[in-house]
């Protein structure tokens, strides 16, 4: 978000879609209003649990949001007012050229971080696959730093989202806009370097999966972090199942929300903390 927030103009109310609990949405509206923005959401049911219900009334408490019966009719109704003006549209997670090169200078600075300390990549990096712009920024990080890593994205959306031509498509025109704003060569994004995993899905967005549960529980009983049921537990569960079977420090899990934030209200800046 933070390059996506960089050039809003100040006179311009965000606006994004997601489902009723996504924490997308949610951090649009708590940094947007941290530089004076407030924010529009269009919301589409999920399941849910209680991670995201959690996030649900945090952001009700956030931002201004319009519930809609489909992602359908949320885009439709977002068109719509994109057309009225006076907004400054966030896709969906974030998800475009421009947002997956936060993504791809995360992965830069996994790659100093390790080599700094004289650790090893890992074989396999296991992130969440939902709209696609960590898993494309990720992939054109790890090309940029000429590392072999593979990005193993596990979905959690459906198909017509989750597939590797879309999360391919974004990576390469992430490369082009940085190449042209770079004014030089940058590496291609190798296809073969992604594997998703379908499994995590569970056959609903939001739906939990006995393989999440397990791993959210068992990430907290040894001192981690809360993992959310939509993406982070999902993908936690399928890298553990990764683990098991290949060396120490083989496989990396990508943390992409950590829900303790959540209960942490007092972290929040006290101009823009949401009622308890």
């Known amino acids: 978000l933070e390059l996506l927030l960089a050039a809003v103009p100040r006179n311009r109310r965000l606006l994004t879609v997601g489902p009723t ?76 050229p421009l947002g ?62 989750g597939n590797p031509g879309h999360v391919l498509r974004l990576a390469r025109r992430s490369r082009g806009l940085l190449e042209r704003l770079a004014g030089e060569p940058i590496p291609h994004v190798d296809g073969s370097r992604l594997t998703i995993e379908h499994a995590s899905y569970g056959g609903a967005y939001g739906r939990e999966t006995p393989a999440a549960a397990a791993a959210a529980g068992w990430i907290r009983q040894s001192g981690g972090p809360r993992l959310d049921g939509t993406y982070s537990a999902k993908a936690c569960g399928h890298a553990l199942a990764l683990a098991r079977g290949a060396p120490d420090g083989a496989v990396l899990f990508w943390l992409t929300f950590d829900a303790r934030w959540l209960d942490a209200v007092d972290d929040i800046p006290r101009d823009i903390r949401p009622p308890r």
């Open 21 to 96: 609990g996504s924490t997308h949405a949610l951090a649009v509206a708590l940094h947007g209003a941290r530089i004076g923005l407030d924010s529009e959401v269009l919301t589409w049911p999920q399941e849910m649990h209680d991670v995201a219900a959690a996030t649900s009334v945090r952001l009700a408490a956030q931002a201004r949001v319009t519930r809609t019966r489909s992602p359908a009719e949320a885009y439709l109704r977002a068109a719509i007012r994109r057309i009225r003006g006076h907004v400054h549209w966030i896709p969906a997670g974030g998800s475009s």
């Open 100 to 161: 997956a090169l936060g993504h791809a200078a995360a992965a830069l600075e996994l790659v100093a971080q390790l080599a700094r300390d004289g650790i090893p990549m890992p074989e396999a990096v296991v992130v969440p696959l939902g709209s696609g712009g960590t898993v494309a920024g990720l992939l054109l990080g790890f090309a940029i730093a000429g590392v072999t890593t593979r990005v193993v994205a596990g979905r959690v959306v459906p198909r017509i989202v």
